[in-house]
């Protein structure tokens, strides 16, 4: 087969037909090493570092809502009544349990995640004697407010304890 003298190269070559395969390849290369860098981007810095600050502001609005509603379980030091209140939590913070617990009077949350804890400190009224006990994101949570000798006791605990 011979080709006609229109398709030869200056030098006499007949191979100019492969050059836009070629060319077509290596954009298609370029294409695919483009998608898997901005993956690879997104999957090891931008997508981890967006679920850690959006897993933090979980936990702190969730430890903002648990102190509300043990502050607002605590009755006035005039009345002699207990008290018993149900607290919401989020069964997960970034996919992982954790826990709530007092320190003081303070409401801590420990989450497996170090960069996921947060601490809201407790504004009860003065006959609050002391703060204790925990609770698990995995249990139901409930405030105990019962009368003790100069006030009153808050406990965490399991919604199913008594």
Do not use: C, N
Request: glycine content about 8%; proline content about 7%; charged content about 20%.
């Amino acid at each position: 087969m011979t080709v006609p003298s229109s398709l030869r190269t200056p030098a006499g070559r007949a191979d100019r037909a492969v050059a836009p395969v070629v060319g077509k390849a290596l954009e298609a290369g370029l294409v695919v090493l483009f998608v898997v860098l901005v993956t690879t981007a997104l999957s090891t810095a931008v997508v981890p570092g967006y679920e850690r600050v959006a897993g933090q502001r979980v936990a702190d609005r969730t430890l903002a809502g648990a102190a509300e509603r043990v502050q607002q379980a605590v009755p006035p030091a005039t009345r002699h009544a207990t008290a018993r209140s149900r607290v919401d939590l989020p069964r997960t913070i970034a996919g992982q349990g954790y826990r709530v617990r007092t320190d003081g009077r303070a409401l801590v949350l420990d989450h497996p995640d170090d960069a996921l804890v947060a601490r809201s400190r407790l504004a009860l009224p003065a006959h609050v004697v002391r703060v204790e006990g925990s609770w698990s994101s995995r249990q139901p949570a409930v405030v105990s407010v019962d009368r003790a000798p100069g006030g009153f006791v808050v406990r965490l605990v399991r919604g199913d304890a008594s």
